[in-house]
T-cell receptor, first 116, second 112 residues
Framework: AQSVTQPDIHITVSEGASLELRCNYSYGATPYLFWYVQSPGQGLQLLLK??????LVQGIKGFEAEFKRSQSSFNLRKPSVHWSDAAEYFCAVVTYSGAGSYQLTFGKGTKLSVIP | SAVISQKPSRDICQRGTSLTIQCQVDSQVTMMFWYRQQPGQSLTLIAT?????????ESGFVIDKFPISRPNLTFSTLTVSNMSPEDSSIYLC?????????FGPGTRLLVL
């Protein structure tokens, strides 16, 4: 079955430090991959997405992610974290189950804390 | 990008009652989804609602518990019926526009 794994439940970084959030997927075909952010008490916001082409994807708020097929990974990165980046981050993969239907499968999320 | 609004944004309900959550989109969309996010958990798809057809429910979710309406291409409702404390969750409406899935702000439900 298709799945998404986020190995890190909780990460703490200092403000200004670099960040990498890990995401591994399990899907036989070319995946459509997303990263969402959920700030406390807020809904989900799309950070970036990958469909095809350039494997390094730029998103909003200074985030980027790199698709690595050989490692089945789609890790999210930011060179310098701001205190406002403290939130929960979800990796997701679109999986097509045939007959025109599909679903979005989410990882369990990584909570990011930022130390001033 | 699609803009989604949900009503109510939050509610506290007594067990045994029902709550209907509304989802309004600012554009016409074919596919609309309802998700649940239980405390400390990731999102779980409840059902897919396409206009003009019956909603399709995921394993573990049934129409009697979560009836859905989809009267037109911009609106849907999800009812949480005969609520119990286990139904305390955030319920999110979601749509697909182009190749991207967008989410509403969620309805935070607490069942006492």
């Amino acid at each position: 079955a298709q799945s998404v794994t986020q190995p890190d439940i909780h990460i703490t970084v200092s403000e200004g430090a670099s960040l990498e959030l890990r995401c591994n997927y399990s899907y036989g075909a070319t995946p459509y991959l997303f990263w969402y952010v959920q700030s406390p008490g807020q809904g989900l916001q799309l950070l970036l997405k990958y469909f095809s082409g350039d494997t390094l994807v730029q998103g909003i708020k200074g985030f980027e992610a790199e698709f690595k097929r050989s490692q089945s990974s789609f890790n999210l990165r930011k060179p310098s974290v701001h205190w406002s980046d403290a939130a929960e981050y979800f990796c997701a993969v679109v999986t097509y189950s045939g007959a025109g239907s599909y679903q979005l499968t989410f990882g369990k999320g990584t909570k990011l804390s930022v130390i001033p | 990008s699609a803009v989604i609004s949900q009503k109510p944004s939050r509610d506290i309900c007594q067990r045994g009652t029902s709550l209907t959550i509304q989802c309004q989109v600012d554009s016409q969309v074919t596919m609309m989804f309802w998700y649940r996010q239980q405390p400390g958990q990731s999102l779980t798809l409840i059902a897919t609602a396409n206009q003009g057809s019956e909603a399709t429910y995921e394993s573990g979710f049934v129409i009697d518990k979560f009836p859905i309406s989809r009267p037109n291409l911009t609106f849907s409702t999800l009812t949480v019926s005969n609520m119990s404390p286990e139904d305390s969750s955030i319920y999110l409406c979601s749509v697909v526009e182009g190749e991207t899935q967008y989410f509403g702000p969620g309805t935070r439900l607490l069942v006492l």
